[in-house]
């Protein structure tokens, strides 16, 4: 299994602002990736984290709107960039050590103003 | 692309068996894993079937049929605390993510 850290758990920012989440695993993992979880929804994946190239994005999100860098196999960051009201939501990291195991962690939950 | 398709909410009785439906439309199928989200809390790992059967694992079972892209997990002497969301999802490949179906939202009443 992995243990993975989400820094920071919650926050609460104005409008037209910038969060950077950062997420740390415990060990080296090939495979992290981004998802979000808006309220009462299920997990949407926002990006494949890959270490030492862009990430790659899924249908409808951008890399000028959630940049992400992935600086090493253990560390990650996700930024959401000039915040509305919409991203209000829980993001979350991911990991997959090996193809049938999953982990997250235990998530941000972003709350925009 | 994927589509995962379940129940948006149940209801059932704290002791009864109740069991969760998904059906799934994949380019490619590698596996499907059942994960259970407590309100305000991530995701944990259920179960993961990649043939056709039923795996067991105390209380909690779940079920797949390639063939007829379905699977169902199955909880036994339901407790209070099974009252989450469980969500259904599958990958294509080795290297790619979960894809997540929306969640059942299970109420367990007494």
């Known amino acids: 299994s992995a243990v993975i850290s989400q820094k920071p758990s919650r926050d609460i920012c104005q409008r037209g602002t910038s969060l950077t989440i950062q997420c740390q695993v415990d060990?080296?993992?090939?495979?992290m990736f981004w998802y979000r979880q808006q309220p009462g929804q299920s997990l949407t994946l926002i990006a494949t984290?890959?270490?030492?190239?862009?990430?790659?994005?899924e249908s409808g999100f951008v890399i000028d709107k959630f940049p992400i860098s992935r600086p090493n196999l253990t560390f990650s960051t996700l930024t959401v960039s000039n915040m509305s009201p919409e991203d209000s939501s829980i993001y979350l990291c991911?990991?997959?050590?090996?193809?049938?195991?999953?982990?997250f962690g235990p998530g941000t939950r972003l709350t925009v103003l | 692309g994927q589509n995962i398709d379940q129940p948006t909410e149940m209801t059932a009785t704290e002791g009864a068996i109740v069991q969760i439906n998904c059906t799934y439309q994949?380019?490619?199928?590698?596996?499907l894993f059942w994960y259970q989200q407590h309100a305000g809390e991530a995701p944990t790992f259920l179960s993961y079937?990649?043939?056709?059967g039923l795996e067991e694992k105390g209380r909690f079972s779940s079920f797949l049929s390639r063939s007829k892209g379905y699977s169902y997990l199955l909880l036994k002497e339901l407790q209070m605390k099974d009252s989450a969301s469980y969500l259904c999802?599958?990958?294509?490949?080795?290297?790619?993510?979960?894809?997540f179906g929306k969640g059942t939202r299970l109420s367990v009443i007494a």
């Open positions: 991911s990991v997959k050590i090996l193809p049938h195991e999953q982990f």
């Open positions: 060990s080296q993992v090939t495979m």
């Open positions: 984290a890959n270490q030492g190239s862009e990430a790659t994005y």
């Open positions: 994949t380019s490619g199928f590698n596996g």
């Open positions: 079937n990649v043939l056709d």
């Open positions: 999802a599958s990958f294509e490949a080795g290297n790619t993510p979960l894809v």
